[in-house]
C-alpha cells in the first residue's frame, strides 16, 4: 500500500486523536487501505513494515503518530519551518488489526504543509507484507 495526500491549497491542521485521510492511491494492493475512513485493515496475518512521511507547515509544529489498532506503534515530530519527519515500523498483524496516522499532543496538532508544485506529494504512508504467517 502506498498512499499520499495531493494538492493541499492550503496549510492542513490534524486534530489531537483524528484520523489522517490520505486522498490519493498509488499501490493497494488487496484493497486493504480505505480512502474514506483513512484506515489500512490488515488482509493477511504476517509482519508488516510502515513508513509514514510529512513536512510541517511554516511557522508550525505537526505531531503525528501510526497507530494499529489505537495503539501507538511510532511518532514524529516536525518543528516549525517546514521541516520532514519520518518514522519507520515493522510489526506483526492478524486479519482485520487496523493501522491509521492520527494527529497527537493537544497544541501541537498535525499542521501539514501546502501541496504544490514544488512540494508534491510530499505527505505519505507506505507499508507493505514483509513476510506472512
Do not use: W
Request: charged share 15%.
Amino acid at each position: 500500500m502506498s498512499v499520499y495526500l495531493e494538492r493541499l491549497n492550503q496549510d492542513t491542521h490534524v486534530p489531537t486523536g483524528s484520523v489522517l485521510e490520505f486522498n490519493r492511491i498509488r499501490v493497494n494492493l488487496g484493497d486493504g487501505y480505505d480512502i474514506q475512513t483513512g484506515s489500512f485493515t490488515t488482509p493477511v496475518n504476517g509482519i508488516y513494515f510502515f513508513t509514514l512521511s510529512f513536512m510541517s507547515a511554516d511557522t508550525k509544529h505537526a505531531n503525528l503518530a501510526l497507530y494499529v489498532n489505537d495503539e501507538r506503534l511510532c511518532v514524529t515530530f516536525a518543528r516549525s519551518t517546514n521541516n520532514v519527519a519520518t518514522c519507520s515500523a515493522m510489526t506483526e498483524l492478524k486479519v482485520g488489526d487496523v493501522v491509521n496516522v492520527k494527529g497527537i499532543q493537544a497544541g501541537v496538532d498535525g499542521n501539514l504543509y501546502q501541496s504544490d508544485y514544488v512540494y508534491r506529494n510530499h505527505h505519505s504512508l507506505v507499508g507493505f507484507l514483509y513476510k506472512s504467517l
